[in-house]
């Protein structure tokens, strides 16, 4: 099988916006507050209409009160009135390229169910998947209405 292009992602071309998220995903990487498990994560999306959204985790004492990076930047993404995202680009220090957890991925799956994600690490390493192929059978809004 042959590597994807550098900034082609799930068929689609996305040129110098992937090395660009890349950094942006690492640069939200460096004010992760995770004193509990140091484990930090930098999330950048793009959006539809050319914007970029970043997040970083940010964990609570209590800890389901934390925030993942990936909905961090969702937020900052949704308070503008964006709803349509084309990829989002995750950054963390892991020896392995880490996925969005569930929660994330039904957040994502809001508003892109089949979201391109880039998953790098400090070391290079890389992993490209399908939030569809992440998150198969979403729960979705077509679920909440009534006959």
Do not use: K
Request: with cysteine; hydrophobic share 45%.
């Amino acid at each position: 099988m042959t590597a994807p292009a550098r900034g082609t992602v799930g068929g689609r071309e996305f040129g110098t916006r992937v090395e660009e998220l890349r950094g942006i995903a690492f640069s939200a990487l460096e004010q992760a507050y995770a004193p509990y498990s140091s484990f930090r994560v930098g999330a950048a999306i793009l959006a539809d209409d050319g914007s970029v959204g970043a997040g970083c985790n940010v964990e609570n004492a209590s800890y389901p009160a934390g925030m993942c990076a990936e909905r961090v930047a969702v937020g900052t993404l949704a308070s503008r009135g964006v709803r349509r995202f084309d990829l989002l680009v995750i950054a963390t220090e892991a020896d392995s390229p880490t996925p969005p957890c569930g929660i994330c991925r039904q957040v994502l799956a809001e508003f892109a169910p089949a979201l391109p994600i880039i998953s790098i690490t400090r070391s290079g390493a890389e992993a490209r998947w399908s939030l569809a192929d992440l998150l198969p059978s979403p729960f979705s809004p077509h679920f909440l209405h009534h006959a």
